[in-house]
Every structure is written in C-alpha cells, then in structure tokens.
T-cell receptor
C-alpha cells in the first residue's frame, strides 16, 4: 500500500528553527510537495522537490532523499503566523497526490 | 481572478438526502479534483477530471458522482447522504498533471445527521 508518515504535532518557539519530517512509501514517485493549511482554511502550496537535495525559498526550505523515501521541511525565524498544519504529499506513478495526515505546528511566544 | 470557488460553505443534511457541491475555477485549468478531509487524516481523492467531458475515480469514489460539462465547473453530487460522508470537501484545480501546485477552493463543511 501507499503510506506517508509525518509527526502529528510539534511545538516550537517564536524566532527558532523547526524541522518537520516526512517519510513515504508509494507506487512510483513524481515529486514531493509541502502545503500549509491554517485552521479552517484551504491548503496552500509551499514547495516542490523532484530531485535529491535542498530547495530554499525564503524562510522555508525543503529537502528530499529519494533513496531513503524521506523529506523534511525546515522553517527558520519562526513567526506566530506560522502556526498551521503542514501537509506532505507525494505524486505517485499515476500522477495522483497521496497525502500525509499533516503535522500541526504550534508556535509559542 | 477569483481562483477556485466553492458553494455552499456549510451544509447540514439528513440521512438519505441528496445535494450537489458546486466548484468553479476561472484560471482555464484543465485538471480539477475533489478531495475530502477528515480529522486526523490526509486528503483523500474522490474524483478528478482531466478536461471537459472526462472524469475518473479517485481513491474513495463510492457514494459520489461528478460531471464536467465545461472547463470551469466540476460539481460533486451526493445521492443518498450517509453519516460517513460527514467531512470537509475541497475542490482543487491545476493547469496540467505536471504542474507544481494545485489551487484549492475554500472548502465545504458537510454534516450528515
């Protein structure tokens, strides 16, 4: 079966750095996505990785290792508005997105 | 551009009732998707469409139907509502299958009692 695992909840302090991990087992791989979802709102796109390595976009970076079936999202200089759920999704061999359950990130002042 | 719009925002149905969730996009995207999101679970694909007149089942299609008569609209039909269909429903669109991102509508929160 297809499976994506990420921690259910994490807590971090404003101004700090947090790393959210995602491991996956899917039938085929055509890219990994990270989305942000604030409570009661729709998911919004954050990042995309298809090759191994680090993609940096401002305060957010995403890393991929295809051989290990592993990715992480790194958030720097945390702000209160970063409190949200972070969803990992993998595009499989049929080009469909398989979604993890999301990691709820709580930022404390 | 309004992006992806969905109506209604909230709805309460009785068991056995039917309803249609509306979804429209004004970005001229070919691909459209319907997902449901249950608490503590990942998004699950219900149906998707690769263009007007073409639809296909996703992971959890039972109890739902779709149609795609135009590029812009992709309604989702619930024929006989069941409590298991209580969920938040999101419509999304993308330009094509290789696009980096899907654009999501604001969601419809449906309760079946």
């Amino acid at each position: 079966g297809q499976n994506i695992d990420q921690p259910t909840e994490m807590t971090a302090t404003e101004g700090a750095i947090v790393q959210i991990n995602c491991t996956y087992q899917t039938s085929g791989f055509n890219g990994l996505f990270w989305y942000q979802q604030h409570a009661g709102e729709a998911p919004t796109f954050l990042s995309y990785n298809v090759l191994d390595g680090l993609e940096e976009k401002g305060r957010f970076s995403s890393f991929l290792s295809r051989s290990k079936g592993y990715s992480y999202l790194l958030l720097k200089e945390l702000q209160m508005k970063d409190s949200a759920s972070y969803l990992c999704a993998v595009r499989d061999s049929n080009y469909q997105l398989i979604w993890g359950a999301g990691t709820k990130l709580i930022i404390k002042p | 551009n309004a992006g992806v719009t969905q109506t209604p925002k909230f709805r309460i149905l009785k068991i056995g009732q039917s309803m249609t969730l509306q979804c429209a996009q004004d970005m001229n995207h070919n691909y459209m998707y319907w997902y449901r999101q249950d608490p503590g679970m990942g998004l699950k694909l219900i149906y998707y469409s690769v263009g007007a007149g073409i639809t296909d089942k996703g992971e959890v299609p039972n109890g739902y139907n779709v149609s795609r008569s135009t590029t812009e609209d992709f309604p989702l039909r619930l024929e006989l509502a069941a409590p298991s269909q209580t969920s938040v429903y999101f419509c999304a669109s993308s330009l094509d299958t290789s696009s980096y991102e899907q654009y999501f509508g604001p969601g419809t929160r449906l309760t079946v009692t």
